[in-house]
């Protein structure tokens, strides 16, 4: 993502540093357009924002001979339908690997009446882990709905288990991510979910 102090308009400055920095480190790279924690970061959602970022990035990837790179972009849980349409289809044409989805949420609502004021206390800031589940499943469905099958999507959001994983790859996620769950349960939460999906069938 860009950094807190840089404005909108010179965003792809930010990303294509990083990019060239990390791109020929990693397996893949993720465009984070989304974080609730910077300043103006989830403007870039905005289909007149995001194009231009998608075609720096990717004009960028050609010219280090990494078109082979897996590029993500990594989308909010709180656009509404046709704002989330809208950013899809702008992934969508720009031509690159996938979308993941979702980050944090700034809605308190998915936290119960009892803890929300404990919650409003803490301040600003994106909720994440069981409480965005549902809402999370709810943007996986409409992004599958609306991207051919050679746009991927990496589900995020409320994912703690292998049956939540389950749920995740048999709605057509090609991949999941974890965050909450893997530092509230550390790192052998990975294998138990690996277990618990090789037992299942699709």
Do not use: W
């Amino acid at each position: 993502g860009k950094n807190k102090e840089t404005p909108e308009e010179e965003a792809l400055q930010d990303y294509s540093a990083a990019f060239r920095a990390i791109a020929p480190l990693v397996d893949y790279v993720a465009l984070n357009i989304s974080s609730p924690n910077t300043p103006g970061l989830r403007g870039l959602q905005a289909p007149e924002q995001l194009k231009p970022l998608l075609e720096g990035v990717l004009a960028l990837r050609r010219e280090l001979g990494l078109e082979q790179q897996p590029l993500l972009v990594k989308l909010a849980p709180d656009l509404d339908a046709r704002e989330l349409d809208a950013t899809v289809d702008v992934i969508v044409a720009s031509g690159v690997t996938g979308l993941i989805a979702t980050n944090t949420t700034l809605d308190r609502n998915i936290v119960s009446e009892m803890n929300r004021a404990k919650v409003e206390a803490l301040g600003m800031g994106g909720l994440s882990g069981r409480g965005l589940k549902i809402k999370a499943r709810e943007v996986h469905r409409q992004v599958l709905s609306r991207i051919p099958s050679r746009i991927k999507l990496m589900a995020c959001g409320g994912i703690g288990s292998g049956e939540d994983a389950a749920v995740a790859l048999q709605d057509g996620a090609a991949l999941v991510q974890i965050y909450s769950s893997l530092i509230f349960e550390g790192p052998l939460l990975v294998g138990r979910m690996n277990r618990d999906l090789a037992e299942r069938t699709y």
